[in-house]
């Protein structure tokens, strides 16, 4: 079997971060990924204090082994004009008789409250995304005891995370679904091999290699450019435990997830997901959409009465460029089949 890398050192036994999935993954996830020997991880960014206990508890009581907590570091714009984007979804409400909703709770950043959900749970890794919190947090969270993750999508990025001290670094790679987490500058997407290969050569972190790793194969080559883990994402949504609807559940292992692109309809800032209506209809990128989180809300109502309809027209369907790839397994087994895959590859020269 070969070793966890910079996963070993919270009980992990095999080389594999469960990447956290806010909207698809959760408690039932997590719980088979950490049977399987895997970092876990509960994706905590769309979710309160309470929520976010609860979730961790509900975790430990089933399985004992290494937990991530998740969380996004953005910046929260002052709620924009929305006019705009309404108009331009006044046609959509109509054909499908929508009415604007209640607010829909919005992604937050970690704060004063999320690093006390920290402290009390006291998980093994705390991953972030966007960024890193400011420094009094971030040392709050260290003093918990938790390990911390950065998310990196160039070696500049992956620099500023190493000068604060984080203690792997996630290569993100443009194969990666969901939200493209730069922080910096926005920039041309890099390839995951380039990211990883650069990274590594910078040689400061342990690096988790993230973006289109779907099989052992993937999990070996990362590896095999120096990286410690990967970072499986799109993989684990066709585990029976992810809480994907049904049509998108569908798309998954079929030619028609290779149809995907970068939007920032669903949102406000870029993230790969496969195409459906809205963005064919639109275009993937308008100018009208309101910045990030606020862009999700108008879209609500609307994504509530087609996905009751067993349509994923305004879904975000978030996905990685091995979306066609992914095969059904419960996380258990999944998690055990990628790590005998790339055992089974390990040392074989390609
Ligand atoms: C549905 C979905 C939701 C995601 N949500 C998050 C999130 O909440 N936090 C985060 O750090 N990354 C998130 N990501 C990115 C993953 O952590 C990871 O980088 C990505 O899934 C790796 O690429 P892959 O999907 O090709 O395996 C998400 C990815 C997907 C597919």
């Known amino acids: 079997m070969s070793d966890a890398g910079v996963l070993a050192r919270f009980g992990a036994t095999v080389p594999i971060v469960q990447a956290p999935m806010a909207g698809a993954g959760g408690v039932a996830l997590a719980i088979g990924a950490i049977r399987g020997g895997a970092l876990g991880s ?13 979730q961790a508890a509900e975790v430990r009581a089933a399985v004992c082994g290494p937990l ?15 006019s705009a984007w309404h108009a331009l979804l006044a046609p959509y409400y109509e054909r499908e008789g929508a009415v604007p909703g209640a607010p829909a709770p919005l992604r937050r950043p970690f704060d004063d409250a999320m690093c006390a959900a920290v402290e009390s749970i006291r998980p093994d890794v705390v991953s972030f995304h966007f960024g890193l919190p400011d420094i009094a947090l971030l040392d709050r969270v260290r003093a918990s005891g938790a390990a911390v993750f950065g998310n990196a999508t160039t070696v500049a990025e992956a620099r500023w995370l190493v000068e604060r001290g984080v203690d792997a670094v996630i290569a993100q790679g443009e194969e990666a679904g969901g939200h493209a987490g730069w922080f910096l500058d926005r920039h041309a997407p890099v390839p995951l091999a380039a990211l990883v290969r650069d990274i590594v050569a ?41 809480m994907i609807a049904a049509a998108y559940r569908a798309l998954l292992g079929t030619a028609a ?42 879209l609500a109502p ?41 055992d089974a590859l390990a040392g074989v020269t390609p």
């Open 202 to 242: 910078a040689g400061q972190a342990p690096v988790i290699a993230a973006g289109g790793i779907v099989d052992g194969a993937g999990i070996a080559e990362a590896l095999r450019l120096g990286a410690s883990a990967a970072q499986v994402g799109t993989a684990y949504l066709a585990a029976p435990e992810s």
């Open 302 to 342: 609307l994504r509530a009465l087609a996905e009751a309809d067993g349509r994923s027209d305004y879904s975000p369907l978030w996905a990685g460029s091995g979306a066609a790839r992914v095969r059904s397994m419960h996380a258990e087994e999944l998690t055990r089949t990628l790590a005998a895959e790339a």
């Open 68 to 82: 991530n907590l998740n969380f996004f570091c953005h910046a929260l714009p002052d709620p924009p004009d929305e």
């Open 42 to 54: 509960l994706p905590c960014a769309m979710h309160d204090r309470a929520q976010v206990a609860a």
């Open 257 to 298: 997830a290779r149809d995907a692109a970068f939007t920032t309809l669903f949102s406000g800032r870029e993230a790969r997901g496969i195409r459906n209506r809205l963005m064919r209809e639109l275009g993937p990128i308008r100018a009208e959409v309101p910045a990030f989180p606020y862009a999700s809300a108008a």
